[in-house]
């Protein structure tokens, strides 16, 4: 029996450090993996497409909630698996030490690339997510022909 290796250690220690994991398209047989993790006002995201390709990035907590959207950046790595794990296990959080960068940038497109399934994951959960009187949120909301109060509207009031 050989020990866990360098990267299965970068993978607890994201886990330590509070990231969570989600694959896709299964946990089962995954063809990519995302840790993610919420500091402060932002949120930290890694995803792992094989040990070669992965990237990284902080954002800014967006307006509709979903970290997998794409959005600008205040932080980016792309490339080898462990090298950008490390990289965003680095980053200092809030009060941790020099800030992060506050200029903005455009997330790259690998990163759009790569978390474009986390994406649809995300706008999944939400759209389960139970209502204030604890009813599901419907997915699509269709239209019945017979019941007035969802023709689409003429614009005439």
């Given at each position: 029996?050989?020990?866990?290796?360098?990267?299965?250690?970068?993978?607890?220690?994201?886990?330590?450090?509070?990231?969570?994991?989600?694959?896709?398209?299964?946990?089962?047989?995954?063809?990519?993996?995302?840790?993610?993790?919420?500091?402060?006002?932002?949120?930290?995201?890694?995803?792992?497409?094989?040990?070669?390709?992965?990237?990284?990035?902080?954002?800014?907590?967006?307006?509709?909630?979903?970290?997998?959207?794409?959005?600008?950046?205040?932080?980016?790595?792309?490339?080898?698996?462990?090298?950008?794990?490390?990289?965003?296990?680095?980053?200092?959080?809030?009060?941790?030490?020099?800030?992060?960068?506050?200029?903005?940038?455009?997330?790259p497109a690998q990163a759009?690339?790569?978390?474009?399934?986390?994406?649809?994951?995300?706008?999944?959960?939400?759209?389960?997510?139970?209502?204030?009187?604890?009813?599901?949120?419907?997915?699509?909301?269709?239209?019945?022909?017979?019941d007035p109060s969802t023709?689409?509207?003429?614009?005439?009031v």
């Amino acid at each position: 029996m050989h020990g866990a290796g360098p990267f299965d250690a970068l993978v607890a220690e994201a886990v330590a450090a509070g990231f969570a994991s989600a694959f896709w398209p299964s946990r089962a047989a995954p063809r990519s993996v995302a840790y993610l993790r919420r500091r402060d006002r932002a949120y930290d995201v890694a995803v792992i497409r094989d040990p070669v390709t992965a990237v990284a990035y902080r954002a800014p907590s967006p307006p509709m909630g979903n970290p997998f959207a794409a959005q600008p950046v205040t932080w980016s790595a792309v490339g080898p698996a462990a090298d950008v794990l490390r990289a965003v296990l680095r980053l200092p959080g809030p009060g941790d030490g020099p800030p992060t960068p506050d200029a903005v940038a455009e997330m790259p497109a690998q990163a759009v690339v790569l978390a474009l399934p986390y994406y649809a994951l995300w706008a999944a959960r939400d759209a389960e997510k139970p209502t204030l009187t604890g009813e599901a949120i419907p997915l699509i909301t269709t239209r019945k022909s017979d019941d007035p109060s969802t023709a689409a509207s003429t614009g005439k009031v």
